[in-house]
């Protein structure tokens, strides 16, 4: 059974920046793409990034240019670098992976508040 830990959200000040974290319990390369998601209170949950296994990446737009995500496979872990956040970006935030079948995986999720 895979797992994924989500980590790293908090409450950090309109501007400021935040890296969130997950560690997979399999090897990262068995994924055909990781991502991460979001869901605000009322909202439906959003694709904010992801990245596919040859590498490329696809982002929401309206985190273009804010938020990179990248991976170690090494670490079996995918992050989020999440930089000049704004109140809307607030929301939990999970950890996704897509098997090459198409099973999908989720963390269980990180609370992310942008607030002053």
């Known amino acids: 059974q895979v797992q994924l830990v989500d980590s790293g959200g908090g409450l950090v000040q309109p501007g400021g920046s935040l890296r969130l974290s997950c560690a997979t319990s399999?090897?990262?390369?068995?994924?055909?793409?990781m991502g991460w998601y979001r869901q605000a209170p009322g909202q439906q949950r959003e694709l904010v990034a992801r990245i596919i296994d040859g590498g490329s990446t696809n982002f929401a737009g309206s985190v273009k240019g804010r938020f990179t995500i990248s991976r170690d496979n090494a670490k079996n872990s995918v992050y989020l670098q999440m930089s000049s956040l704004k109140s809307e970006d607030t929301a939990v935030y999970y950890c996704?992976?897509?098997?090459?079948?198409?099973?999908?995986?989720w963390g269980q999720g990180t609370q992310v508040t942008v607030s002053s």
């Open positions: 399999g090897s990262i390369v068995s994924f055909a793409a």
């Open positions: 996704n992976a897509v098997t090459w079948s198409g099973l999908n995986y």
